[in-house]
Nanobody
């Protein structure tokens, strides 16, 4: 499985960005895809996941109501619509596949994209 992200950039707080992640070499499955981020001074964290059927999602509390994940099966792509961006959203965002919750609030993934930088300034 290869994952290619796009859509990062430098934006002002309060504005929006949409990230895209296109998967290749992936057979249709019931696995979850999602996004993680690595923000300055913190370890990489799970942000949001979506079951490939699109019926189940998980968001971390800090992005609920601001971020929306979606899928387009025809393009083998997932999207992350990020609205009302805050400076603390700054970081490298990684698309991931075969995402699983290992324990409590700990998540991991088997496949990773190369990451796309999101920088939010005030």
């Amino acid at each position: 499985v290869q994952l290619v992200e796009s859509g990062g950039g430098l934006v002002q707080a309060g504005t929006s960005l949409r990230l895209s992640c296109t998967a290749s070499g992936r057979t249709p499955s019931f696995y979850t895809m999602g996004w993680f981020r690595h923000t300055p001074g913190k370890e990489r964290e799970f942000v949001v996941g979506i079951h490939w059927d699109g019926k189940s999602t998980d968001y971390i509390d800090s992005v609920k109501g601001r971020f929306t994940i979606s899928t387009d099966h025809t393009k083998n792509t997932i999207y992350l619509q990020m609205d009302s961006l805050k400076p603390e959203d700054t970081g490298v965002y990684y698309c991931a596949d075969h995402v699983v919750r290992t324990a409590g609030d700990t998540w991991s993934a088997e496949y990773w994209g190369q990451g796309t930088q999101v920088t939010v300034f005030t």
